[in-house]
């Protein structure tokens, strides 16, 4: 079965005040921004006869705003558009590495930071950038704004936090001290249009004598939800890296991850490789 | 009443807003040069550019291309005077079936008019959305590449 154009309504709020007055009154509606993947499920015939809250015309919500203290990205800022902004690309760079991988050309250009968060797959590309980035998901909604951090958003697999009537109007990204080492890595069956088997975001700063006074690391493809490792970064803080305190790092990763068999991989291959690309990350061997 | 710029003429939409641009454009408009392969964004067969940018007209609504720019195969050149890349694909071998090249040309034509980088890799890069099930993609890179340098 198809998608049944004529089955379907389309409501097209032109700001973000009236996206979240129609959403009142549409509470089944489903949100559309940039449609990568709500439009396979209609094409499969998944949603025929919903109502669709299309946000394309929200303009107030495609902005990247530079402030004093980090970056507002509009949450219908595209994948192209993360990629090719300046301050993003000096600033957070695992973010724009990431947004290269998503799917490729055609999806970058209208697939959004925004979507990518609510439709909450555990291997969003962007979540592990953004997770170590610490970003903060600003939210609107009939009761007014709230502020979710990224570890907060993800209620398990293709589930949210946001509530009745929700909707992402922003994706703030805090600056941070310029790291010693940054990486982001996917793993997938081929470098475009491949949903990842595992994939990597590390931030790490140091001091002068060699300890380590900080580590960002997350993984997602590993867990429902992206997961930052929690027991390798305390245990990491204050030591040196050496191929002792590596190793020992290292087996700390399955406290905070818990990958399991699926049609893309095993949870074998998938811990296998997360351990080898989290030690190469630390040993400054991934570039 | 839908509104938008299809391969430079202004027309207009009175069917359902939730059709699929590619339906529209073959059904609404009579332009069958976009093709549909997956159906699911993965192939890239159905791309056309939209406000200048290659995307899967599969996987839009038409209401979302209202006051929008877009340009299909048929805008690139016609059997009698083809444009400087459907040439090159001509001369390269870079059509086998046919299926995914109107959209290899509308990804092509975006980059070269973009970047324009005419190296392998960036070639290879800006076309890694499109599949081709036919030619092992060697000859598409090529004549993407001789047609570039043919414009410069």
Same mark, same amino acid.
């Given at each position: *079965? =198809?998608?049944?154009?004529?089955? *379907?309504?389309? !409501? ?36 025929n006869g919903r109502t669709v809250l299309d946000l394309s015309r929200v303009n107030e919500w495609k902005k990247i705003s530079v402030v004093s203290d980090g970056v507002d990205l509009g949450s219908l800022v595209t994948h192209t558009q993360i990629q090719n902004h300046p301050i993003l690309k000096k600033r957070f760079p695992l973010l724009v590495a990431a947004c290269a991988t998503v799917g490729a050309a ?38 007014? =704004? ?34 010693? =080492? ?69 087996? !700390? ?21 997360? =351990? ?12 | ?6 391969? %430079?003429?202004?027309?207009?939409? #009175? %069917? ?16 069958? #040069? ?17 406000? %200048? ?23 690139? #050149? ?15 071998? #870079?059509?086998?079936? %046919? ?54």
């Amino acid at each position: *079965m =198809r998608g049944d154009a004529k089955s *379907m309504t389309v !409501l097209t709020p032109r700001s973000g005040a009236e996206a979240v007055k129609a959403f009142a009154k549409a509470p089944k509606a489903l949100p559309l921004a940039g449609g990568t993947d709500l439009m396979v499920g209609w094409n499969m015939g998944w949603i025929n006869g919903r109502t669709v809250l299309d946000l394309s015309r929200v303009n107030e919500w495609k902005k990247i705003s530079v402030v004093s203290d980090g970056v507002d990205l509009g949450s219908l800022v595209t994948h192209t558009q993360i990629q090719n902004h300046p301050i993003l690309k000096k600033r957070f760079p695992l973010l724009v590495a990431a947004c290269a991988t998503v799917g490729a050309a055609q999806i970058q250009n209208r697939g959004t930071i925004g979507g990518n968060i609510a439709n909450a797959s555990p291997a969003g590309d962007t979540f592990p950038a953004l997770a170590v980035y610490e970003a903060t998901v600003r939210v609107v909604g009939p009761n007014g =704004r709230r502020a979710v951090p990224i570890s907060e958003i993800f209620a398990g697999v293709k589930k949210t936090t946001l509530q009745a009537g929700e909707l992402i109007e922003a994706v703030f990204l805090p600056f941070c001290e310029t790291p010693t =080492r940054g990486v982001f890595r996917k793993v997938g069956t081929r470098a475009a249009q491949a949903i990842s088997k595992t994939m990597f975001a590390g931030l790490i700063w140091t001091a002068k004598n060699g300890e380590l006074t900080g580590a960002r690391l997350a993984f997602g493809s590993l867990a429902p939800t992206v997961k930052r490792l929690y027991a390798v970064e305390g245990f990491l803080r204050g030591r040196r890296l050496n191929d002792v305190s590596i190793s020992a790092a290292a087996e !700390l990763l399955t406290n905070d991850v818990s990958p399991i068999d699926d049609i893309r991989s095993t949870r074998e291959y998938r811990l296998v490789v997360s =351990r080898n690309l989290l030690i190469a990350f630390l040993k400054g061997e991934v570039k | 009443m839908i509104k938008l710029t299809v391969n %430079g003429k202004k027309k207009s939409f #009175g %069917g359902a807003p939730f059709k699929r641009l590619i339906d529209a454009l073959r059904e609404d408009f009579a332009l069958t #040069g976009t093709k549909e392969g997956c159906g699911e964004g993965e192939c890239g067969a159905c791309t056309v550019l939209l406000d %200048g940018e290659p995307v899967n007209s599969c996987l839009i609504p038409v209401c979302q291309a209202e006051g929008r720019k877009i340009e299909t195969v048929e805008s690139l #050149g016609t059997p009698e005077k083809l444009s400087k890349l459907q040439a090159g694909f001509l001369a390269c071998g #870079g059509a086998q079936c %046919g299926i995914c090249t109107p959209g290899m040309l509308m990804t092509a034509h975006a980059h070269l008019k973009g970047s324009g980088k005419c190296d392998d890799k960036s070639v290879r890069t800006a076309l890694a959305g499109n599949l081709c099930r036919c030619t092992g993609y060697q000859d598409i890179v090529k004549s993407v590449i001789s047609a570039a340098k043919g414009l410069k």
